[in-house]
């Protein structure tokens, strides 16, 4: 059976996230549109392509139990960002639901937050079902159009062409533009030390703004 590694670093040196904790987990949703060696991903190149490479590989990262306690191990005020790249454990078509929960239920007890692509219906059931001992996840849209046909009553983000501060999708719902991208704002201080990302119950759609070296595929992929 094939070993996935998990990586964590304690105190990131991102400019965008600030000194926080993230983790860089090793696969992605097969279906993910943003996916694959010539797709858009912000991931897909420089340094955090390379490190992410790594983590798939083996040379970097832990188990998945091991990850779990170097997760529950850090500071209880110290925020925590899973899966700068990467996704939740998953079998390419459907969330693992009890490593997903092993590895929500250890980044929670803090401000903890992610991020997937999985959108079939046991993932959306399992996500469904989370509460407030475990880490925040938001439903990646890939666009305002997409973002629409997923389930409002689970936090959603989605990938925008636009800077406005404040946007709306097609259906009418509000996209609250990245505090990162709008006003040059870490993660460690969004929403005056509750980022936005991390906010379980929240009436709004954060929106981020296509970005990184393929900037222009991603806004044609999404229709930018």
Excluded at 14 to 42: E, H, L, R, W
Excluded at 119 to 130: G, K, T
Excluded at 158 to 163: D, E, I, L, Q, R
Aim: aromatic residues 4%; glycine residues 10%.
């Amino acid at each position: 059976m094939k070993r996935h590694n998990y990586h964590v670093t304690p105190r990131s040196t991102n400019k965008k996230t600030g000194p926080i904790a993230v983790t860089t987990s090793p696969d992605c949703p097969d279906d993910c549109p943003f996916g694959g060696p010539d797709g858009p991903c912000y991931a897909g190149s420089g340094p955090l392509l390379l490190h992410w490479c790594k983590v798939k590989s083996g040379e970097r990262g832990t188990d998945l139990d091991r990850h779990c306690a170097d997760l529950a191990a850090l500071p209880a005020d110290r925020m925590l960002r899973l899966n700068q790249a990467g996704d939740l454990p998953g079998n390419g078509r459907t969330i693992r639901k009890r490593d997903a929960r092993k590895l929500l239920t250890a980044a929670g007890g803090r401000i903890a937050w992610s991020y997937t692509h999985y959108h079939d219906r046991a993932s959306l059931a399992f996500l469904a079902s989370l509460n407030g001992d475990t880490a925040v996840v938001n439903l990646s849209g890939n666009s305002p159009a997409h973002v629409d046909t997923l389930p409002a009553e689970l936090p959603r983000v989605c990938v925008t062409g636009s800077m406005d501060k404040v946007q709306t999708t097609p259906a009418g719902d509000r996209i609250v533009l990245c505090p990162a991208q709008s006003t040059g704002t870490t993660c460690e201080n969004c929403g005056n030390g509750r980022p936005l990302c991390s906010r379980r119950n929240r009436a709004y759609i954060v929106g981020f703004y296509a970005h990184g070296t393929r900037k222009n595929k991603l806004l044609k992929t999404i229709g930018g």
